[in-house]
């Protein structure tokens, strides 16, 4: 007969995990089942405020019994010692009538270690009360005490399963008999449906409980669609209409629906577990209701998490109705948690995007489909003959860049760009590239479940036309890749196509690429930026980083750069922004490389290796490889850059005297955002 008396029921989740298929187990929330990280939710959660109330609670015992051996009459005695009895069963009865939810359970975890925490509390109130010269009582709570909900069937089982193989273990390692026949009795409390919808399509909803806990799906926005299916999609999205925004990552929803029964009076206190990107972007909507009419009281903005050899980042909130009072965020004592799961002195989660920096700043184009091709077969095209429209191909062909190929070495992709105004007729008088697009993009594009996509299949899916536009009579632009661990701007021919993955600055002049490049612009993208969900590397968003930034007057990106080419504060910083060509040198040092020109003109020069051995030492040469190592002469060109910046803005002295912090850099440029905007400042 096997013994499962010592079992860790977190080992039956873990095995059903196994048998899942990754996806699946992102669905499930499986990843994060770490007792550590459960633990920094229930403790906050459950535990802390249980023992804060007992220490209430036990301290007006204390009181009643010492009054108690004080009387002088056995009537003023006898009423103070039932008094205080009377206190501890209202304290243990409290404790027997408190519940807790897992909205998204899956295999238990949560719940096992909710229950034994609150058995935990039970025992140590009976043996304190005892120490005070109680009658302690025999353990109450119970598997009862925890609720949950579970799409899964089989999941649901092992939860319960789960519940009741930790209950059995409590009660015998605290010398306890435990249930018997039947030693595991059914536990309808944890119920096998939909946490967010009803069968119909209308919002689920939870039962009445005290605190909510768990580590909901963490589906990004994205992916929902194609892993759900748009008719559950849809059906969500209209539940919660005008609660979330559509793109919004699944756990947005367990959020919401935690907040809202928390403002119908049937839950006091909520914490999860999710991804660090619920602190960014359109994910934030979740939390702001939170924070302007409730509190985030505890929270870990970034926490690292390995799950089958790769690491992820996770954010863990605890948030309640109730405003004002102190919070801890990593771990440290703060005033006030904002949306975005920092506590600095300014909410950079009110930064306002600024007029003058509108129609600056594009995300590169997103092509849905194989349209990108090799160097070689680009080149094969551009010289072959004019095509039965008399045009070269060069009208449809251009480098293709992205963000590797900003980080790392170039790549040489090309991509087809038909545009978004010519026909499908149009296209294939372009014989080779339609010829090949007909035979690998068509049939990419009849799978995509946008029926404009697939009517169109010839475009690229956001061809982003404004940047077209914007960079029209400009020789070259400013390129950042989006998620990055180094914040590095960079020129490129305004010839390229920057992906998605880029953000693209319509902007030609040295002195908005020094700013940019600026340790005071990073320091803002820091605060301001998103945050990539898998590794910890910050996100660059056109509207929430470069739109809100406040550039120094007279130096924004609205004016003309001709308009203040004879600014000594431009020119200083255009001197300093020379760095770039001091990386240039770095990257492509002219021993070790040769210019080549394209094989048609109107397209960048290729750099080559000069032999094998250059190329071998090209590979070393990364702008990530380079700011990893900060060289000196690195170090000292960002030096000057900075101080040219801060001499703009007028905080040269400052700057130089060691006052520029990075916490004044924030202040002082978030107070700038505000008054651009027309928003109050406060003193």
Known sequence: MLDWSEIDPSILGTLFERGLDPDKRSQLGAHYTDRDKIMQIVGPVIVDPLMAEWAEAKGRIEA???????????????????????????????????????PACGSG????????????????????????GLQRELPRVGPEAVRGIELNPYAAELARVSVWIGEIQWMRRNGFEAAKNPILRKLGSIQNRDALLNPDGTRADWPAVDVVVGNPPFLGGKKTLSELGADYMKSLRTAYSGRLPNFSDLVCYWFAQAWDQMQDGRLDRAGFVATNSIRSGANREALRPIIEKGRIFQGWSDESWTVDGAAVRVSMICFDKFLGGSAVLDGRKVNRIFSDLTAASSDFTQSAPLAENK?????????????????????????????????????????????ASIVRRPQDIWIIDFGSDRSEAECSLYELPFQYAKEHIFPNRMQNNEKLARELWWQHWRP????????????????????????IFVWRES???????????????????????????????????????????????????????????????????????DDPRAQK???????????????????????????????????????????????????????????????????????????????????????????????????????????????
């Open 464 to 487: 982003r036309p404004e940047l077209t536009l914007a960079s029209k009579t400009l020789s070259r632009i400013i390129l950042t890749p989006r998620v990055a661990k180094h914040r």
């Open 573 to 683: 910083i255009a001197a300093a922004a020379r760095l770039n060509e001091l990386r240039e040198n770095w990257l492509n040092p002219a021993d070790l490389v040769e210019r080549v020109p394209e094989v048609v003109p109107g397209y960048p020069d290729r750099i080559l290796p000069k032999d094998e051995a250059a190329a071998k030492e090209l590979k070393k040469r990364t702008l990530t490889n380079l700011y990893n190592a900060r060289p000196a002469w690195l170090d000292h060109a960002h030096r000057a850059l900075d101080e040219a910046v801060a001499e703009a803005y007028g905080w040269g002295d400052d700057w130089r005297a060691g006052k520029l912090t990075d916490d004044e850099i924030l202040a002082r440029l978030f107070r700038l955002n505000q008054e651009r905007a027309g928003k109050v400042v406060e003193a």
């Open 495 to 565: 010839a390229v196509v920057p992906d998605s993955r880029l953000i693209a600055i319509a902007r030609d002049d040295d002195c908005c690429f020094g700013i940019l490049s600026s340790n005071l612009h990073e320091r803002w993208t820091m605060a301001t930026c998103s945050w990539h969900g898998v590794g910890n590397d910050p996100t660059y968003n056109a509207k929430s980083c470069f739109e809100t930034f406040p550039f120094p007057e007279g130096l924004t990106p609205n004016i003309p750069a001709a308009d203040y080419a």
């Open 109 to 132: 975890n949560f719940l096992y270690l909710a229950l034994l925490a609150l058995k935990d509390i039970e025992h140590r109130v009976n043996l304190e009360a005892e120490a005070l």
């Open 64 to 102: 009643a019994l010492d009054r108690a051996r004080k009387a002088k009459a056995k009537a003023t005695a006898t009423k103070a010692e039932t008094e205080a009895r009377a206190i501890f069963s209202g304290f243990l009865d409290r404790l027997v009538a408190f519940r807790v939810l897992d």
């Open 359 to 403: 129609s600056c700043a594009f995300i590169g184009v997103q092509k849905s489909g194989p349209f990108d091709v090799s160097g070689d077969l680009a080149r094969a095209w551009l010289m072959s003959p004019v095509n039965p429209n008399s045009r070269s191909n060069s009208d449809i062909l251009r480098p293709y860049l992205n963000g």
